[in-house]
C-alpha cells in the first residue's frame, strides 16, 4: 500500500519552496514526482524591459547565492553583441570575484549537508569559514553577496595593493581549515554511514540526464566550462578540474569541497598574475542587432544566457536556463530504491538553487508555439 | 577518536567567533556600502543620479535636488559613481528599519 | 501526616519541582555548551525557563482529525510517570522517598512510559510526519530498550538485591561500580542517548527530515509539558546512572562543613550529561535501520559479555 509523503513547498528541509510529492511503501520509496514554479517571479519578461544596465542588476538578483556566475553570463552575452571586449585587468579581477563567489556557495552547501544529516558542529564550523570568504568580499567591493563589481565592458572598483595581504591571510586560513574537513568528512564513521552509497548517480544515467557541474563530476563526467570554453582569465590560468568516480553523496561533497581548495589556487595565481591597465571600456547603451548565447561555469554548473537583441536599448528577448533546473531530473534515479531517511541529503546533494529555477514556459501543443507566461497571465489562467 | 573531537574541545577554550550585537558592532571595510546622501551644497542637479538608478529609487523634491527612497534603493552605488562633483556618498549606515516604509527617505 | 510529606515529596523535593528546576537547568547549561563547542555564543543558561513560560502563554490547537483524548493526556502522563521516578531514585541519602523491595523493576517500567506516551501522541496527531516519527521510535525503542534492562539487571546481581537503596549501600562500601562493570558502564551510557533522543540517535525526532516527528502537532501549553516530561526524563535518566554505577548521593564533610549527599548527586548527574552533550555534538545523524544494527550487534555484545562475567 502506497503512501504518500509531501516534501514541501514549506519543509525544513528546503531553503526555498518546491514540491517533491514521494511515494513510499513502509521506508521505501517507490516513485517521485517533482513540481516546480513556485518561486516564479516573471523575470524574463522584466528583462525585456529595461535597459542593459537596468538589466544587469536584475539578473544578478536572480540567485542570492551566485549572482557573480549570473552577471558574468548576462555580460558574456551582452558584451558579444555589442562587439564590445573587456580589458585584461577586468578580466583577471572578474576571475578573482567568481572564484571568491564559489568558495563561498561551496562552503554554504557542505554546511547545509552537514545541516541535513544532523552533524550541526560541522554546519556552524563549516559557515564560520566561510565568512572569512565574506569579509573579503565586503572589503574588496563592498558588499557580501551582491557586490555588483561588474559592470559592462569590465569592473567597477579596483584591487588596491593594500588590499592584498588581508586576502592572502585569508585564504591560507581558509584552506588549512578546508583541508582538516576534507579529512573529517572522508573518515567520520557517522558521515560514511549516512553518505556513502547514498543517493548514487551512475556515469551514464549522469550524461543521459544531461547533469552539470559538481553533481555530474562527481559520478565522473569530465566537463568544466572554464577549461572547455574558456571566458574571463580562465585561458591563462592553470587548474586541475576535480572529478570522482562514485557519484554517491559523498563524492559530491567531496568534489566540492576540493573545488574550494582549487579556487584558493586560482586566487593566488589571478592576483600575482594581474596585468596593469584601465578598469572598463565604454558602453555607449545601445547595441545592434543580433542574438549571443553566454555560458559560464556557475557555481551549480553550467549557466545560459541567451539574448536575441533588435536593436536599441533594450534586448526584444532574454532566456535563463540554470543549473539546477539541469540537474533536478536527476533527482529521481537518486531517489528512487531509498528511503525516506535520505531524502533531504540526496536533495540537498545536488545543490539546489530553487530560487534560480522557475522560468515557466508553456507549449502549445496544437500549435507548436511556445512562449514564456507572465505572472498576470498565470493568474489569468488560474481562475 | 573521531576526528573532529579535538575541534570541539579546543573551540570550549577559545572566544567565541560570534559577537553579541548589538552591544559590540564588528567594524565595517571602506568601501562598504549603505545609505546615500546628498551633500546639497555641492549639488547641480543635474539629474544623472536618478536616470541611472537601477530601480528607479531616486526622485527630486521641490529645490530640484535628489530624493532617495530607501524602500527600493538597492545600495549598488552608481548614483555616486556617476555625480560629477561626487556629492552623494554611501554611508556606512545599515540600520534603517522603520515602522513605515513611506517615510523611509534619505536627502 | 503520611499524605502531607508524600505531597511535599511529589510536588516539590525530589518530585515535580526539583526535578523540573534542575531538568531544564542541566539542558539550558547542555545548550550553552554545546554552542561553545561550535565555537558561537548561544543563548543564555535560563532559555529553557524563558522558552517553558512562553509556551504556556501560546494558543492550544488540536487538529480537527486528531484523537483528543489520546492527544492531550499524552504529555500529562509522561509527565506523572517522570516525577514518579524521580520520587524512586535516591537523591539525598541512600534512602529514595518510596522505597518497595523490588523498586528497579518498576523504574524500567516507568521510564518506558514516557516514551509509549510520546509515541502515543503521535500516532493520534493526524500527521504523516507524526505517524512516521512515531513508527520510528517504535523500532528505536525496540533497539536500546534490551541493552538499558540488561545493564540494570547486571548491576542488580553484582550486588544480589533489586533494590536501588541496596546499591547504593553496596558502592559506599566497596567503591563504584564503574569501576567493576566497565562495560555495563559503557553500554548503559550509549542506550541513555538513544532514550534521551539525542545525536546519534534523535531518529524519531529529526528536524530536517520529517518536521518535528511526534511532536510535529503540539503546541502551546501541551508542548511545554512535552518538553518538562523530557527534562525531567533526562535528568532521571542520568540520575539512575548516577545512583547505579557511580556512588549516588554521598555526604562528605569538607572542612568540618557538613555537605549532603544531593549536591555530590547533582555534580555526578551534570558529569554524565555533560558527557553525553560532548558525544552529541561530534557524530551525525543515523537512520533507523544503522542505529538498530549498531544497537544489536555491538552494544547488545557488550552488555551481555558483562552480564555473563558477573553471572559467571
Redesign the interface.
Known sequence: MS????IGPQ???LEEPEHFRIEVKG?EIVDVDIRLGYVHRGIEEALSK?TY??G???AQ?VCGICPVSHSLTFLRAVEEVAGIECPDRARYIRTIGAELERIHSHLLFAGIA?????????F??FW?DR?LVLDLR??????RI?S?ETTIGGV??DIKPNQVPKVLRNLAALEKEVK?YI??VG?????L??CANIGVLTKQMARELCAVGPTARASGVNWDIRRDDPYAAYDEVPFKVITERDGDVLAKILVRLREVLESIRIIRHALDAMPGGPLRTEFKGRVQEGEATGRVEANRGELLYYIFSKGGEKPERVRIRTPTYANIPTVKPMLVGG??????IVLASIDPCFACTDRVTVVDRNTGKSKVVTKAELRRLNK | M???QL??LKNLLRKP?TVKYPHFKAE??E???GKPINDRERCISCGLCAK?C??RAITYDEEKKPRFYLGLC????RCA?VCPVKSIT?TKEFELATYNKYEAVSK | MEVLSFLLAYFVFPGLLFASVFGLLFMGIDRKV?AH????IGPPVWQEFIDFGKLLGKEDITPAAAQGVVFTLAPLIAMGAAITVMLLLPINSAQPALTSAADLIVIIYLLNIPAICVMLGGYSSAS?FGA?GASRYVVQLFSYELIFIVTVLTAAVKVGSLSIGDIITYQAHNGWLAFKLPLATAAIVVAAQAKLLR??F??PE??????HGPFTEYSGPKLGLMRLAYAIELFAVAGLITALFFGGPVAHTIAGVQIPGVVSFLIKTFAIVLFTTNIR??????????AMKFFWTIIALIAIVNLIIVVL
Open positions: 503512501f504518500v509523503v509531501p519543509h525544513p528541509a521506508e529595461r544596465m537596468h544587469l542588476f536584475l538578483r552537514a545541516h541535513e544529516i544532523g552533524f550541526t558542529t560541522l556552524m564550523l564560520r565568512e565586503e572589503m574588496l567591493w563592498g558588499n551582491h555588483s567597477r572598483w582538516h579529512d573529517v573518515s567520520d564513521r557517522t558521515i554511514a549516512r528511503t525516506i531517511a535520505e531524502v533531504p | 573521531p576526528r573532529i575541534d570541539v567567533s565595517l571595510p568601501r562598504f556600502r541611472v537601477p530601480d538597492i545600495y549598488c552605488g559613481e554611501m | 554545546t563547542m561550535q565555537h558561537r504523516p512516521v545525536v546519534p534523535d531518529i529529526a528536524e530536517s527530515e520529517i518536521v555534538n561530534i557524530a551525525a545523524r543515523l537512520r533507523i535501520d544503522q
